[in-house]
């Protein structure tokens, strides 16, 4: 059988003639006679059923190209058929269940490419879902149907009479079954009518409406086609004839009668299902609703669009065909109606991707559809154009829409969706859009003190629309002030007031948390505050580096620049005490006076004191200046900054009191704080003195307030005693430095106070002691050195010795060539019965102490050698004097020294200062008496001086003369067994020999 289809096919591919064609019709014909047998009579595998209704389709359609023009009515319908059997068979078990072959351009997803040709290809159509048929039930029905469509395929006797049921004669019919002695055959309606019912019923059960639709017209049209072709032509004489043909047109207008009940119904349940279709097929759906009467037509579409759980999308198909409907129909109603639906599913979906809810207001009037504006506006996606669209829509005020827009602009304007400046520009074109600009500028004032405190960009834009459409004082006010805030970094955190101001919202608990403070507070200053109670924003804020900015804002809100600098230096004097608290570990800003860190490049931070005293001098009052001072004097701890404050406090008060008219009360009252704050300055400046220079002694500290009595007391210090025996002076107090600080301070004559002191100690006491006992040489020698005279045997200095080191050092300062003077006249002035000869000489160890040799000799105009026998007569004076010998220095010039020496000796010889005396005489007038030597030596042993007698030996060494001392070898002797090193000794030892050398060596 395929064979045949195959070479069927050949021939139309090589012969395509008219003949050709009417083989191709024929063959197709037994094909449908062939599958119209019922099961089991026609012989067919499994394999021709399911190829064959293509290859009837196929034949069918090559016929109609090809085939002579008397055949082309009867290929068209075999192919019509065909082409129906076929969508049957497709939709059976042998079929492919209906599955779309539309082919979908890749392209499509761009609109831009589109072309007409696609447009219309690719068209959403209906693609019905039914139930799966059985090809051995539905599929010769289906060719019956075709067969009783063309009962036969032989050549008709004229050329234009088709073989379909329509084209063949009734008359002829019956002739031929006379002439045959046959059974009349059945009418064509009775026999197609009974076909077509059994597929549409069997459809029906399937839910293939839509072929069900296809064979019930098909088949009404048939039977329409076939009665009017009986009824037309040549005249029937024939009275049996006409009755036939007459019964059967009755037969046939009770068919027609019965289907059209079937054929709305089918047509009502299509549109249903093609409604509810994934897809809709708008002109499929409009045709059947336009087969529809009106009423019917409207009445189920208004159905399908009140159906509940309907979307928005389906609705708006549903009022898209509505109009078009009622564009056909004429229907105005209708057509407003639908318009107005098609309105609300538009905006029903596309609020909906948006997740704004339509439902409600969905079937309400207009008036409703205003409570979705605030829902638009607030959406992050929400546009100009989409809320001038739902007014125009809708029939609302725009103005009132675009009002309510830009408010939520502008109190939220950091969306995901659009940057700041987005926003800005977004608001600038909404407030063009805005016809009514007296609204304007009130609903812009109302946002203007909505707005976040924190959001200078919004306001500022809203001050700017607002100064051009009303300039006001106020609002360039606000403008300049905006202008300061945005350049300034906020330093302190946001106070409970401040919190308290800001309203909370449930948007801001959701963004912020229970802290209802924007991000932007950490840096910003809120703006509002600033027109209500702007000190509590501004005090915490000012500080030594924010308060030129706020002198600016002050200036423009009219505020007192005095409480700005006064605030300043408050908060900037507790936050250096923090600080300070938080380095002590007591936490406590009081510090003891001793424990103070008094170096000032350590402690004071000379930088922010600057600024301090820049502030307060900006204070235009004076007694606010002074109370500001004296509010940082008390809050600052024992240091250097304290008297720093205490110094500017005085020189305010001083200040305050060149202001101020002689006898009045404010004169007065600033006299007595001057005079307070000068002593306290003073005090507290000595204290700090003292206790840089590690002077901070009770005695000291006592006497602040009597600045020539400490600096009396501070000559007295101990220290001065002990810097000769030390190396290194630094750790010594600079007294010369403390001095000249407080002389300066207090304004003292420190020259003055300098005399006063080397009168008093220079000068012995009156109860002087033979402190010269010591073991120190009278031998005079320009080296001599006053820090060298020490009581050897008591290990203490006398109270005249201290005083002469005192001296040194006061001599000390200044300039030398001044001080050698003034000690030069000192010794040689012989008119002051105070003068003595101990002073004399006290203030010539005191010249050789602060002076070279040169020096002295250029000052004094003389050899150095009359300066030396100048000394050492006046040294021979005094030891005489303790020997109660007096004597001048002309008479001691002039007496017989010998005889000197032995009349003291006599007199004195028991007493130590008069032994060292003759030894030293002996030795520089050179008296050699063996026999007085012997007494001199033995008595230096017997009054054990001993470091003086090694001195003694020594000088002996050179005078070979007094080796004969009968003594001197027992001296020599004593003293190498006592010396701590005497290798050095032995080698001045003219008794070497005589040394008991063993003794030492095992001694040492």
């Avoid at 082309?72 to 269940?97: M, N, P, R, T, V």
């Avoid at 898209?320 to 056909?328: A, F, K, P, T, Y």
């Avoid at 009002?403 to 969706?417: I, K």
Wanted: hydrophobic share 40%; charged share 25%; net charge negative.
């Amino acid at each position: 059988m395929f064979t045949d289809a195959r070479a069927d096919y050949e021939l139309y591919d090589n012969v395509p003639c008219a003949d050709t064609g009417e083989v191709l019709y024929r063959v197709a014909h037994i094909f449908c006679q062939l599958l119209a047998k019922e099961e089991g009579e026609d012989n067919l595998t499994t394999k021709d059923l399911e190829m064959l209704p293509s290859h009837i389709k196929l034949l069918a359609s090559q016929a109609v190209t090809v085939c002579k023009p008397e055949l082309i009515c009867d290929c068209l319908e075999l192919s019509k058929c065909a082409s129906l059997a076929d969508s049957l068979s497709k939709q059976s078990e042998i079929g492919d269940y209906g599955i779309s072959v539309q082919r979908v351009s890749e392209d499509l997803h761009d609109a831009s490419n589109l072309d007409p040709y696609t447009t219309w290809t690719f068209d959403k159509h209906f693609k019905e879902d039914g139930l799966v048929l059985d090809s051995s039930l539905i599929l010769p029905l289906a060719y019956q149907y075709t067969i009783a469509s063309l009962p036969s395929s032989e050549k008709l006797p004229h050329p234009y009479q088709q073989n379909r049921i329509q084209g063949v004669s009734r008359q002829q019919q019956i002739k031929k079954s006379q002439q045959a002695n046959q059974k009349t055959p059945e009418a064509a309606p009775f026999t197609l009518s009974t076909v077509g019912v059994k597929i549409v019923d069997h459809l029906r059960e399937n839910s293939l409406l839509e072929l069900c639709a296809h064979y019930s017209i098909d088949a009404v049209s048939s039977i329409l086609q076939h009665i009017a072709t009986q009824s037309m032509g040549f005249p029937i004489s024939d009275q049996d004839m006409l009755g036939v043909i007459e019964k059967e047109k009755d037969l046939g207008m009770q068919a027609l009668l019965r289907s059209q009940g079937i054929i709305q119904d089918i047509t009502v349940a299509l549109i249903s299902k093609m409604v509810s279709h994934r897809v809709v097929d708008h002109n499929l759906v409009l045709g059947n609703l336009y087969t529809l009467s009106a009423k019917g037509a409207l009445n189920t579409l208004r159905s399908h669009s009140t159906k509940p759980g309907n979307s928005y999308k389906r609705i708006m198909y549903l009022s898209r065909i509505g109009i078009d409907l009622s564009v056909l129909l004429k229907d105005e109603k209708a057509l407003k109606t639908c318009k107005a639906l098609q309105v609300n599913a538009t905006w029903g979906h596309r609020l909906s991707t948006l997740g704004i809810q339509f439902k409600e207001v969905f079937n309400g009037p207009s008036e409703h559809k205003e409570k979705i504006l605030p829902s638009i506006v607030q959406h992050a996606e929400g546009s100009i154009s989409l809320v001038t669209e739902y007014c125009r829509d809708f029939n609302l005020d725009p103005n009132k829409a675009l009002c309510l827009f830009l408010d939520n602009l502008l109190h939220h304007p950091t969306g995901d969706t659009y940057s700041h400046k987005q926003m800005l520009d977004k608001v600038e074109i909404v407030i063009k859009e805005i016809s009514d600009k007296e609204d304007l500028l009130l609903r812009l004032k109302d946002i203007y003190m909505k707005i976040d405190a924190y959001n200078y960009e919004s306001l500022g834009f809203v001050l700017e629309q607002i100064n051009k459409l009303s300039t006001s004082a106020d609002i360039q006010k606000s403008l300049k002030l905006l202008e300061y805030l945005n350049d300034y970094v906020r330093q302190a955190p946001p106070s409970e007031y401040e919190k308290s101001f800001q309203p909370i919202s449930e948007d801001d608990v959701l963004m912020y948390g229970n802290n209802n403070l924007p991000p932007q507070a950490e840096t910003r200053l809120p703006f509002h505050l600033f027109m209500k109670a702007p000190w509590k924003i501004i005090t915490p804020e000012l500080n030594a580096g924010t308060v030129d900015a706020f002198v600016s804002i002050a200036t423009l809100l009219q505020l007192q620049l005095d409480t700005v600098y006064i605030t300043t230096i408050q908060n900037t004097i507790d936050s250096h005490i923090t600080s300070v608290k938080q380095q002590d570990n007591s936490g406590s800003a009081v510090i003891e006076k001793a424990n103070c860190n008094w170096n000032v490049k350590n402690d004071i931070n000379v930088k922010m004191f600057a600024t301090l005293k820049r502030l307060i001098l900006c204070i235009d009052s004076c007694v606010n200046a002074l109370g500001v001072a004296q509010y940082v004097v008390k809050a600052l701890p024992m240091g250097p900054e304290k008297v720093w404050a205490l110094y500017l406090a005085a020189h305010l008060a001083e200040k305050w009191l060149q202001s101020e008219k002689p006898g009045t009360p404010q004169y007065e009252q600033a006299k007595i704080s001057t005079k307070k704050f000068t002593d306290l300055h003073r005090r507290m400046a000595t204290e700090e003195i003292l206790y840089k220079n590690s002077l901070g002694e009770k005695e000291f500290l006592a006497l602040t307030g009597s600045p020539a009595k400490l600096i009396f007391q501070l000559y007295s210090h101990d220290s001065i005693l002990r810097r000769s025996n030390a190396g290194n002076l630094d750790k010594f107090p600079d007294i010369h430095k403390v001095a000249e600080d407080i002389s300066v301070l207090h304004k003292v004559n420190l020259q003055k106070v300098h005399l006063n002191l080397l009168e008093k100690w220079l000068h012995a006491s009156k109860d002087l002691k033979q402190q010269e006992d010591a073991d120190a040489t009278m031998t005079f020698n320009v080296n001599f050195d006053v820090e060298e005279a020490v009581a050897e045997n008591t290990g203490e200095m006398s109270e005249d010795e201290k005083n002469l080191r005192r001296v040194t050092y006061v001599l000390k300062y200044g300039k030398v060539q001044d001080n050698v003077l003034f000690l030069l006249n000192f010794t040689f002035k012989e008119n002051s019965s105070r003068t003595t000869n101990m002073c004399r000489v006290r203030a010539l160890r005191c010249l050789f102490n602060i002076a070279d040799l040169e020096t002295i000799e250029q000052i004094y105009k003389n050899p150095i050698d009359k300066i030396k026998n100048e000394m050492k007569c006046l040294l021979y004076l005094v030891e005489l004097e303790k020997l109660r010998l007096n004597h001048t220095k002309a008479s001691f010039a002039k007496c017989n020294k010998e005889g000197l020496v032995r009349g003291i000796w006599r007199n004195h010889s028991h007493e130590r200062s008069a032994v060292r005396l003759v030894s030293d005489l002996c030795l520089d007038y050179k008296i050699y008496d063996v026999h007085l030597w012997n007494g001199v030596l033995q008595q230096l042993l017997a009054f054990n001086m001993m470091q003086y007698l090694e001195h003694v030996l020594v000088c002996l060494s050179g005078i070979p003369e007094l080796w004969q001392v009968p003594c001197i070898e027992k001296m020599w002797k004593t003293v190498l067994l006592q010396h701590s090193e005497p290798t050095a000794l032995l080698q001045r030892c003219p008794l070497l020999l005589d040394m008991p050398l063993d003794q030492i060596l095992d001694k040492h």
